[in-house]
Nanobody, 126 residues
Framework: QVQLVESGGGLVRPGDSLTLSCSVS????????MAWFRQPPGKEREFVAL????????AHADSVKGRFTISRDTAKNTVSLQMNGLKPEDTAVYYC???????????????????WGQGTQVTVSS
């Protein structure tokens, strides 16, 4: 079993930066994929970024590429999402998720991930 707890959300202005953190507990293996998703108001959950727990190349959605950066710290058992240049359209509940494998075809599908945190709200507004 894997437990995930997100933190770091809040209300910020356009252009601001924010760092989300996901505390990971339970059995985690190098083959696991760690990801961030978000769900804007009234919309479906969407992929934001992923990184292999064992290290390797991270991937980011086109909508956040160049602004957001995912990272993981295996010593602290955390996965972070550094968000720069925030826009109103980044407003959403952000979720940390874990898959036990990496699926090249389905990595952006929320249904692929069996473990989820409770989410943290990020609101970008002037």
């Amino acid at each position: 079993q894997v437990q995930l707890v997100e933190s770091g959300g809040g209300l910020v202005r356009p252009g601001d930066s924010l760092t989300l953190s996901c505390s990971v507990s339970g059995s985690i293996f190098d083959s696991y994929t760690m990801a961030w998703f978000r769900q804007p108001p009234g919309k479906e959950r969407e992929f934001v970024a992923l990184i292999p727990w064992g290290g390797g190349v991270a991937a980011h959605a086109d909508s956040v590429k160049g602004r957001f950066t995912i990272s993981r710290d295996t010593a602290k058992n955390t996965v972070s999402l550094q968000m720069n240049g925030l826009k109103p359209e980044d407003t959403a509940v952000y979720y940390c998720a874990v898959d036990q494998v990496y699926s090249p075809r389905y990595y952006s599908d929320p249904n692929e991930y069996p473990y989820w945190g409770q989410g943290t709200q990020v609101t970008v507004s002037s």
